[in-house]
């Protein structure tokens, strides 16, 4: 990538088409003859979607506020002399889709097409931005003042975040009238295209590799004591969260680096975007400054000798084509951060050759690169099991086949082999004398089982510490892929993946169940990457029948995240227990999610506990 900035490439689709179809609400009926004479208000009306979509206008004037000049190309105006609606924005973007040869404070007068675009596509379910295409610009004049900003703050964000959706038009806000001092997402649509201005604001998302931050303009709202906000409800959406990126090429002034719990400080300034990868986007002309606020990695207790320290770690494709430094840094993490925990479960690790398709489902290279780089750390020699999945059968990078790996200190417990699995035999449950036992150990849970089609199949294992059995289900469930988004114009938004991690949960569920049908008090621990929230209709399956506690709600609500997104801090990775699993101490271990230098976007998550 040159010196242009985000993901933003071509804006996605044009959906006039889709206006006549039904699927996107408005009206067709012009404010002005023969749309000349349009003001910008007038294009951009009281909904979500243009009245005018659709049509062509002429002389629609405005002084220029931002141009950009990377991804979707183009400029944006706004009129300096606003009606009395505030539903009704001010500012528009005008799409070039080449590098436009106005700059800011030049007055123009513009004709164009007004179009609705839909960033990501329709399927996506995202809002449209409103916008001028094929435009034929005149400059009046240059050098005029920008129009004053209109600054978003705590008191101007409402607390309720979005009006339910239209039954009549599939749950759809899009017809709706704009609520701006009701709803928070009708406030930003009001000011879609316009010059806005946020003061110095808390950082909760880190600067990611695509020059982009997360800020919120409430630093109350669902605060844990890392600068963050947490993602604590489906109900309760954080609404002063606002992506920030710069219109300045980054060859030209490089995005700044910033941690969670930083601050942006002074004034960032620019034009309110609409983009597929955040919703609501400060573009700024003029960026704040990031004023460091120490963030530390945490680093969890190591556990008593007559504990046993479980984590589970998803440590991003990992394969042996990716620099030493990630192994390392990885290594040096579970030896420091984590203590050396007496059994991993991994999600994540790639065979052999990574995201080359040559067949390659081996990752003995992977774990032996990634345990001798632990005991470089000055960790113990871990040793590992787990089973080669079918070639490209469990999603996740095409070629990589990825899956969960257990790593055990064989200094301080053991596993209990029980031979034959593979990639399509499923593990049962046995019992000798009232003790629980896995037919295969390690063993696939229920792999023929539709839930896991194109997914990683849980892992079974079978350890032994002080004489004890624990058994040990490694899990990495279906993605939030193809979910709407949270400013989805679906109000609330379709969450399609959910189906399937329900179907994962009730399988391993009924699992769990048939343990604790022989061995009541068995030691049974569910951990990885669930992809899914602890409120969640996948953890309430999971739990299903008291056989499961997600461990995270032991801590207090504002600890509970291991995962930053859209400056939400929220639960993706979780560890649960069986009732046997009496009495522990969990940890998430904030040590990659809230910083702009990770080497895995995932906290690593512990639990300590005497079996």
Known sequence: MSSSIPRSAAVAAVVSAALAAGLLAGSASASAEDGAGVRVHDIQGTTRVSPLAGQQVTGVTGIVTGVRTYGSRGFWIQDPTPDADPATSEGLFVFTGSVPTVAVGDAVSVKGTVTEYVPGGLSSGNQSLT???????????????????????????????????????????????????????????????????????????ATDPHAELWVTVKPW????????????????????????????????????????GDVLTGATEGPL??????????????????????????????QHKNELAVATY??????????????????????TNL????????????????????????????????????????????????????????????GGNIRQVFLFNPERVSFTDRPGGDATTATGVTGRKGRAELTLSPGRIDPANAAW?????????????????????????????????????????????????????????????????????????????????????TTKALT?????????????????????????????????????VHHFAYDSVHINAEFADQNSDHDPQVLRFRP
């Open 131 to 205: 916008q001028l295409s094929k435009p034929v610009v005149t400059v009046v004049s240059r050098g005029n003042p920008v129009p004053a900003p209109v600054t978003i703050s705590s008191s101007s964000v409402p607390d309720a975040y979005a009006p339910e959706g239209d039954p009549a038009a599939g749950g759809s806000i899009n017809g709706l009238t704009l609520e701006p001092r009701t709803y928070a997402l009708d406030y930003y649509e009001s000011l879609e295209g316009t010059n806005v201005r946020i003061d110095s604001s808390r950082v909760v998302g």
């Open 221 to 260: 709202e669902n605060a844990n004591r890392r600068g963050g906000t947490v993602y604590g409800s489906y109900e309760d959406q954080n609404t002063g969260r606002i992506q920030v990126q710069s219109l300045v090429p980054l060859a030209q002034q490089p995005f700044p680096r910033a941690d969670v």
């Open 273 to 302: 975007d609409f983009n597929q990868y955040g919703g609501y986007t400060l573009t700024a002309r003029t960026l704040g400054t990031v004023v460091d606020r120490g963030l530390e990695r945490e680093t969890t207790d190591r």
């Open 314 to 335: 998803n440590v991003e494709n990992l394969d042996p084509t990716d620099p030493q430094e990630k192994f390392d840094a990885l290594a040096k993490a579970v030896v």
């Open 339 to 398: 203590a050396s925990p007496d059994v991993i479960a991994l999600e994540e690790i790639q065979d052999n050759n990574g995201a080359k398709k040559d067949g390659t489902v081996a990752a003995d290279v992977t774990v032996k690169k990634f345990t001798d780089a632990i005991v470089a750390a000055g960790g113990p020699a871990y040793d590992w099991r787990s089973i080669d999945p079918e070639d490209d059968k469990d999603g996740g990078e095409p």
């Open 453 to 537: 089609q194109d997914s990683r199949k849980p892992l079974a294992g079978e350890f032994v510490f002080r004489g004890r059995t624990v058994f040990v289900i490694a899990n990495h469930f279906g993605s939030k892929g193809g979910d709407e988004s949270i400013v989805s114009h679906h109000q609330p938004p379709n969450r399609s993946s959910e189906a399937k991690r329900l179907l994962q949960a009730q399988a391993v569920n009924g699992f769990v169940k048939q343990l604790l049908a022989v061995e009541k008090q068995a030691d049974v621990l569910v951990v990885g990457d669930i992809n899914d929230f602890e409120f969640s209709g």
């Open 544 to 580: 299903d029948g008291g056989a499961l506690y997600p461990a995270v709600k032991s801590l207090p609500r504002e600890e509970r995240y291991s995962y930053v997104y859209q400056g939400n801090s929220q639960v993706l990775d979780q560890i649960l227990t069986s009732p046997g």
